[in-house]
Nanobody, 118 residues
Protein backbone atom coordinates (compact mmCIF):
# COMPACT_ATOMS: atom_id res chain seq x y z
CA UNK A 1 0.00 0.00 0.00
CA UNK A 2 1.01 3.60 -0.49
CA UNK A 3 2.73 5.53 2.31
CA UNK A 4 2.41 9.31 2.50
CA UNK A 5 4.52 11.98 4.20
CA UNK A 6 3.46 15.64 4.26
CA UNK A 7 5.72 18.67 4.63
CA UNK A 8 5.65 22.43 4.15
CA UNK A 9 3.36 23.56 6.92
CA UNK A 10 4.09 26.46 9.20
CA UNK A 11 2.97 29.86 10.45
CA UNK A 12 1.78 32.34 7.83
CA UNK A 13 0.03 35.70 8.04
CA UNK A 14 -3.47 36.23 6.66
CA UNK A 15 -3.36 36.77 2.92
CA UNK A 16 -0.14 34.84 2.62
CA UNK A 17 0.69 31.71 0.67
CA UNK A 18 2.08 28.31 1.45
CA UNK A 19 2.78 25.18 -0.57
CA UNK A 20 2.39 21.78 0.99
CA UNK A 21 4.11 18.71 -0.40
CA UNK A 22 3.23 15.04 -0.13
CA UNK A 23 5.85 12.42 -0.84
CA UNK A 24 4.52 8.97 -1.63
CA UNK A 25 6.39 5.70 -1.39
CA UNK A 26 5.81 1.97 -1.76
CA UNK A 27 3.43 2.58 -4.67
CA UNK A 28 3.28 4.79 -7.73
CA UNK A 29 0.70 7.51 -7.24
CA UNK A 30 -0.34 7.01 -10.83
CA UNK A 31 -2.42 4.14 -9.47
CA UNK A 32 -4.23 6.38 -6.98
CA UNK A 33 -6.51 9.33 -6.81
CA UNK A 34 -4.97 11.85 -4.42
CA UNK A 35 -6.40 14.43 -2.09
CA UNK A 36 -5.78 16.84 0.74
CA UNK A 37 -7.90 16.91 3.88
CA UNK A 38 -7.73 19.12 6.93
CA UNK A 39 -8.77 18.89 10.54
CA UNK A 40 -9.39 22.13 12.40
CA UNK A 41 -8.70 22.81 16.09
CA UNK A 42 -12.43 22.28 16.63
CA UNK A 43 -12.04 18.77 15.22
CA UNK A 44 -13.94 19.53 12.02
CA UNK A 45 -12.71 17.34 9.17
CA UNK A 46 -12.97 18.39 5.54
CA UNK A 47 -11.75 17.04 2.23
CA UNK A 48 -10.53 20.23 0.58
CA UNK A 49 -9.06 19.11 -2.75
CA UNK A 50 -8.76 16.02 -4.94
CA UNK A 51 -7.06 15.06 -8.17
CA UNK A 52 -7.71 11.88 -10.11
CA UNK A 53 -5.16 9.83 -11.98
CA UNK A 54 -6.48 11.49 -15.11
CA UNK A 55 -5.85 14.97 -13.73
CA UNK A 56 -9.39 16.03 -12.92
CA UNK A 57 -9.55 18.25 -9.84
CA UNK A 58 -12.24 19.13 -7.36
CA UNK A 59 -12.33 21.56 -4.46
CA UNK A 60 -14.40 22.27 -1.43
CA UNK A 61 -16.31 25.53 -1.63
CA UNK A 62 -14.32 26.82 1.31
CA UNK A 63 -11.06 26.78 -0.67
CA UNK A 64 -12.16 27.04 -4.30
CA UNK A 65 -10.29 29.77 -6.12
CA UNK A 66 -7.58 29.93 -3.46
CA UNK A 67 -6.08 26.43 -3.33
CA UNK A 68 -4.65 24.36 -6.16
CA UNK A 69 -3.85 20.67 -6.04
CA UNK A 70 -1.34 19.21 -8.46
CA UNK A 71 0.59 16.01 -8.95
CA UNK A 72 3.96 15.06 -10.37
CA UNK A 73 3.59 11.36 -10.92
CA UNK A 74 7.14 10.95 -12.22
CA UNK A 75 8.47 12.20 -8.87
CA UNK A 76 5.68 10.60 -6.84
CA UNK A 77 4.74 13.98 -5.36
CA UNK A 78 1.48 15.80 -4.74
CA UNK A 79 1.24 19.48 -3.90
CA UNK A 80 -1.29 21.84 -2.40
CA UNK A 81 -0.68 25.48 -3.26
CA UNK A 82 -2.55 27.66 -0.79
CA UNK A 83 -3.05 31.34 -1.54
CA UNK A 84 -5.00 34.12 0.17
CA UNK A 85 -4.88 32.21 3.42
CA UNK A 86 -7.39 33.01 6.13
CA UNK A 87 -7.36 32.32 9.87
CA UNK A 88 -10.10 29.75 9.35
CA UNK A 89 -7.68 27.77 7.18
CA UNK A 90 -5.74 26.92 10.32
CA UNK A 91 -5.70 23.14 10.57
CA UNK A 92 -3.63 20.02 10.34
CA UNK A 93 -3.43 19.14 6.66
CA UNK A 94 -3.28 15.53 5.54
CA UNK A 95 -2.37 13.97 2.23
CA UNK A 96 -4.82 11.26 1.20
CA UNK A 97 -4.93 8.51 -1.39
CA UNK A 98 -7.53 6.10 -2.68
CA UNK A 99 -7.59 3.26 -5.15
CA UNK A 100 -10.17 2.45 -7.75
CA UNK A 101 -13.21 1.07 -6.00
CA UNK A 102 -12.71 2.96 -2.74
CA UNK A 103 -15.64 5.19 -1.85
CA UNK A 104 -13.46 7.38 0.35
CA UNK A 105 -9.77 8.16 0.92
CA UNK A 106 -8.49 5.48 3.31
CA UNK A 107 -4.78 6.31 3.19
CA UNK A 108 -3.47 9.24 5.23
CA UNK A 109 -0.13 10.78 6.00
CA UNK A 110 0.95 12.02 9.42
CA UNK A 111 -0.20 15.57 8.76
CA UNK A 112 1.45 18.98 8.73
CA UNK A 113 0.30 21.96 10.79
CA UNK A 114 -0.76 25.17 9.06
CA UNK A 115 -1.41 28.19 11.26
CA UNK A 116 -2.72 31.44 9.78
CA UNK A 117 -2.34 34.31 12.21
CA UNK A 118 -1.12 37.90 12.36
Amino acid sequence: QVQLVESGGGLVQPGGSLRLSCAASESRISFYAMGWSRQTPGNQRELVATVTSGGNTNYADSVKGRFTISRDSAKNLVYLQMNSLRPEDTAVYYCNARQYGDSYYPYWGQGTQVTVSS
